[in-house]
């Protein structure tokens, strides 16, 4: 399992990638990983050594899959925190040793690791045989896709752990085999996108999983549950009245609040602003009429029916969060 990961399709055939896929120049390995990853330092565990790099990537909506190594042992640190990027590096061959809290653990084939850069320090070491399948994963990708199926933006009770997860035979391998088999056999037309935008889903609510599991932190009976009443029943009156677009103040004086008490609660329990709560909904409803209403109707008449005006700008936030236009959204629910 994933040992050609990136390399062979499905068929066994040798994928051809469009650019080199292996280097012995040090400015040319720091490109690509700043490129894929982030910009961080690395040193080689022996002075003077070359690089005999791997490097394949391949994109999954708005995750980066990576097939890398150094081919030389090295020591990785300072991790741009600016890049908002968490990173799931999974071991094919050789180890890695991690830093976690308090010291460190070792990972070898078909062990996972999963840090978010972005809210913690992080550093590793890689022997001269380590091989990776690794993802970067912009830290809002998760956190909206936690509010989605959970309801809640989890805190850094679970952003600041560093963990190691999976191991040979785990399910979390076979996604990723699954998602490595698929990825090089997409294309770029519209429901090539749309596959890749269901790997990313898939990458991203089993890794929350595994990351939450390892971590001892609930997604199930956490700050969902512990919400006070006024923010439970602000998102009742959101979701039912999504396409009316409820003022933020009108919501707190119906929930009986002030409308910095509403605020403060989401921020606390769901990790985002009344208002980004409400903008979600309005633009998952929209989708949803996307694919569903008369085939007569336009992309421009139904985004009039939820009062979008600045299509531009409506079109912007749409292809930010689903990974695709609202017309080719729009052409698949047609052909429906």
């Not at 062979?8 to 390995?29: C, F, K, N, Q, Y």
């Not at 001269?128 to 850094?156: C, K, S, Y």
């Not at 560093?162 to 040979?168: H, T």
């Not at 769901?270 to 209403?293: I, K, Q, V, W």
Request: with cysteine.
């Amino acid at each position: 399992m994933l040992h050609d990961a990136l390399l062979r399709d499905a068929g066994g055939r040798l994928i051809r990638h469009g650019s080199a896929t292996r280097s012995a120049d040090w400015d040319e390995v720091e490109a690509f990983c700043q490129s894929v990853y982030m910009p961080y330092r690395v040193r080689p565990l022996v002075r003077f050594s070359r690089p005999d790099a791997t490097m394949i990537s391949a994109r999954a909506g708005r995750l980066t899959m990576t097939r890398f190594s150094y081919g030389t042992g090295i020591h990785l640190d300072q991790f741009d925190p600016q890049a908002g990027n968490i990173l799931v590096l999974n071991t094919l061959q050789g180890a890695l040793d991690h830093q976690t809290d308090g010291g460190s653990v070792a990972a070898g084939a078909g062990d996972s690791f999963v840090v978010d850069c972005s809210r913690t320090e992080y550093w590793l070491e890689g022997n001269p045989d380590h091989m990776q399948l690794n993802l970067t994963i912009p830290h809002q990708v998760i956190a909206e896709t936690a509010e989605r199926w959970f309801g809640f933006v989890p805190d850094d009770g679970l952003w600041t752990r560093r963990v190691k997860f999976g191991g040979p035979g785990s399910t979390w391998l076979s996604l990723l085999d699954y998602a490595a088999r698929t990825l090089v056999q997409a294309g770029s037309g519209a429901s090539d996108a749309a596959m890749a935008r269901h790997i990313e889903e898939m990458l991203c609510v089993e890794l929350l999983r595994q990351w939450a599991g390892a971590a001892g932190f609930s997604l199930q009976n956490g700050a969902r549950c512990a919400a006070p009443g006024y923010v439970r029943r602000a998102e009742e009156i959101m979701e039912a009245e999504a396409r009316e677009a409820p003022s933020i103040g009108d919501v707190a004086r119906r929930v009986g609040v002030s409308a910095r008490t509403l605020s403060g609660g989401f921020s606390r329990f769901r990790g985002l602003s009344p208002r980004a709560f409400l903008a979600a909904r309005r633009l998952e409803g929209f989708r949803r009429d996307l694919e569903t209403r008369p085939e007569e109707e336009t992309v421009t008449a139904i985004a009039s029916t939820w009062g979008f005006s600045n299509f531009g700008a409506l079109a912007g936030r749409y292809r930010e969060r689903f990974g695709e236009m609202p017309s080719q959204t729009r052409a698949r629910g047609a052909r429906r």
